[in-house]
């Protein structure tokens, strides 16, 4: 699937409940909000990650990263976490 498809597929959004993360009981919802090219294998997004646990508040986060596409599939380069509240 070409990096551009990934960004737009709806089916992206959504609840991710991996066994990686839900055996600490926790789920994460996300959006991608946006997506820039910045060259012609690289593309910016920026995401909103709601992480909901059983037993505290929801954490919102929202990443940004650089993803590269490569001979193995698509990499995350660079990645950076805010929490804006």
Do not use: C
């Not at 593309?43 to 001979?71: E, H, K």
Request: negative net charge; without cysteine.
């Amino acid at each position: 699937m070409a990096l551009e498809e990934w960004a737009r597929d709806d089916r992206r959004d959504g609840d991710v409940a991996s066994a990686g993360i839900s055996k600490f009981k926790i789920t994460a919802g996300y959006r991608i909000l946006e997506t820039r090219r910045l060259a012609d294998d690289v593309v910016l997004g920026y995401l909103n990650v709601d992480f909901s646990f059983t037993d505290r508040p929801t954490l919102t986060v929202y990443p940004s990263m650089l993803v590269r596409q490569s001979p193995v599939g698509d990499l995350i380069s660079h990645y950076q976490v805010s929490r804006l509240n």
